[in-house]
Nanobody
Framework: QVQLVESGGGLVQAGGSLRLSCAAS????????MGWYRQAPGKQRELVAA???????YYADSVKGRFTISRDNAQNTVYLKMNSLKPEDTAVYYC???????????????WGQGTQVTVSS
């Protein structure tokens, strides 16, 4: 089992920045990739960014050039730096970990509890 704990959400004005953190514990060796999903009210959950342990990354088109996913392997932590935030980025953001497939159509195996990000206009 893998446990994921997110932190760093909050309220920010449009154009501002936030950094989300996700600390992983447990059977870390089983993880192939970690990602950040988001779900806004009335919308489907979407994968916004992911990174494999070998360094491959994925970004949704809506966040390319604004969001950056990074890892601190020594701390078993993955980050999502979000710049130039827009009101449409408002959502609950979830950290997730995948044992095998990790792209936007994959079924991730482990999930954090979620953290709210609200961007005011």
């Amino acid at each position: 089992q893998v446990q994921l704990v997110e932190s760093g959400g909050g309220l920010v004005q449009a154009g501002g920045s936030l950094r989300l953190s996700c600390a992983a514990s447990g059977s870390i060796f089983s993880i192939n990739a970690m990602g950040w999903y988001r779900q806004a009210p009335g919308k489907q959950r979407e994968l916004v960014a992911a990174a494999t342990m070998r360094g491959s990354t994925y970004y949704a088109d809506s966040v390319k050039g604004r969001f950056t996913i990074s890892r601190d392997n020594a701390q078993n932590t993955v980050y999502l730096k979000m710049n130039s935030l827009k009101p449409e980025d408002t959502a609950v953001y979830y950290c997730a970990a995948a044992r095998t497939n990790w792209g936007p159509r994959a079924n991730y195996d482990y999930w954090g509890q979620g953290t709210q990000v609200t961007v005011s206009s």
